[in-house]
């Protein structure tokens, strides 16, 4: 399974922001896809999951409400619609593959692709 993470940049807060995780290789239908996030000084943060198949999102409360995750049946990526951002939100933004829904600990995902940059300026 191979990720690539896309759509990160420089937004001032109140903005928005849509990542995409593109996808390639197997990828088991009972799987999960998720978004996890890592600011400097800080622990990997659970953000956002949803199942393979595009149902069931899950999200941590620091996002709820403001962020959306959905997946893209035709083109096997999955996006996170990011509305109001915040300072806060300023991390690298990884995408994940995990077997199991409900996790939100980085130990249960086994595929991650690489970082995205989300900057979110005051």
């Known amino acids: 399974v191979q990720l690539q993470a896309s759509g990160g940049g420089l937004v001032q807060a109140g903005g928005s922001l849509r990542l995409s995780c593109a996808t390639s290789?197997?990828?088991?239908?009972?799987?999960?896809m998720g978004w996890f996030r890592q600011a400097p000084g800080k622990e990997r943060e659970f953000v956002a999951a949803?199942?393979?198949?595009?149902?069931?999102?899950y999200y941590s409360d620091s996002v709820k409400g403001r962020f959306t995750i959905s997946r893209d049946g035709a083109k096997n990526s999955v996006n996170l619609q990011m509305n109001s951002l915040k300072p806060e939100d300023t991390a690298v933004y990884y995408c994940?593959?995990?077997?199991?829904?409900?996790?939100?600990?980085?130990?249960?995902?086994?595929?991650w692709g690489q970082g995205t940059q989300v900057t979110v300026s005051s």
């Open positions: 290789g197997r990828i088991f239908s009972s799987s999960v």
């Open positions: 949803i199942r393979w198949t595009g149902n069931s999102p």
């Open positions: 994940t593959n995990g077997p199991r829904w409900g996790k939100r600990a980085g130990s249960d995902f086994g595929y």
